[in-house]
T-cell receptor, first 113, second 113 residues
Framework: GENVEQHPSTLSVQEGDSAVIKCTYS??????FPWYKQELGKRPQLIID?????GEKKDQRIAVTLNKTAKHFSLHITETQPEDSAVYFC????????????FGSGTRLLVRP | NAGVTQTPKFQVLKTGQSMTLQCAQD?????MSWYRQDPGMGLRLIHY???????DQGEVPNGYNVSRSTTEDFPLRLLSAAPSQTSVYFC????????????FGPGTRLTVL
């Protein structure tokens, strides 16, 4: 089955710097990769996603890149702000009949003002 | 639309007690799922349902039962609670198994003493 690994587990950056979180997946058939942001005590919320027929997707200060050959994808946050501080989860969708999302273990991002 | 709702928000149980975590959605979504979230382990899938009357096991199903008698509701039952089931539980839904965007409920924080 699908397995997703996420690094780093914690990341501390200065406000205004960029942050990069990386994930690898095991099933080459997976075709959908979302990123969720979870603020303290809140539910995970989808911030950006990418399908396997696209190499990069941007939405204002956030972008996701996908390398299908290497089976890894990354979240890039530019010009970080204190409100970006949260836990970020990557996920990959299994391509069996379950279509379940398999999540990485999460990255705690701290943006220092 | 209320989206995905969960009750209760908090619950404390004694070892061996049983309870049901409630989940409902008003978006007419076919696909619903339950996750547990533990520190450093991300979101792990417990059970999922691709439609009314159909349920299946996820990554960590032991100790939990589910049923799906209606499209709207997907309760999670703990038959005999154990301290290892102390966690935050999230319910999620999406329109169909193969669609992309998955929405999470607000979560239930469960403590088993």
């Amino acid at each position: 089955g699908e397995n997703v690994e996420q690094h780093p587990s914690t990341l501390s950056v200065q406000e205004g710097d960029s942050a990069v979180i990386k994930c690898t997946y095991s099933d080459s058939a997976s075709n959908y990769f979302p990123w969720y942001k979870q603020e303290l005590g809140k539910r995970p919320q989808l911030i950006i996603d990418i399908r396997s027929n696209v190499g990069e997707k941007k939405d204002q200060r956030i972008a996701v890149t996908l390398n299908k050959t290497a089976k890894h994808f990354s979240l890039h946050i530019t010009e970080t702000q204190p409100e970006d501080s949260a836990v970020y989860f990557c996920a990959a969708r299994a391509m069996d009949s379950s279509y379940k999302l398999i999540f990485g273990s999460g990255t705690r991002l701290l943006v220092r003002p | 639309n209320a989206g995905v709702t969960q009750t209760p928000k908090f619950q404390v149980l004694k070892t061996g007690q049983s309870m049901t975590l409630q989940c409902a959605q008003d978006m007419n979504h076919e696909y619903m799922s339950w996750y547990r979230q533990d520190p450093g382990m991300g979101l792990r899938l417990i059970h999922y349902s691709v439609g009314a009357g159909i349920t299946d096991q996820g990554e960590v199903p032991n100790g939990y039962n589910v049923s799906r008698s209606t499209t709207e509701d997907f309760p999670l039952r703990l038959l005999s609670a154990a301290p290892s089931q102390t966690s935050v539980y999230f319910c999620a839904s999406k329109r169909q198994a193969g669609t992309d965007t998955q929405y999470f409920g607000p979560g239930t924080r469960l403590t088993v003493l």
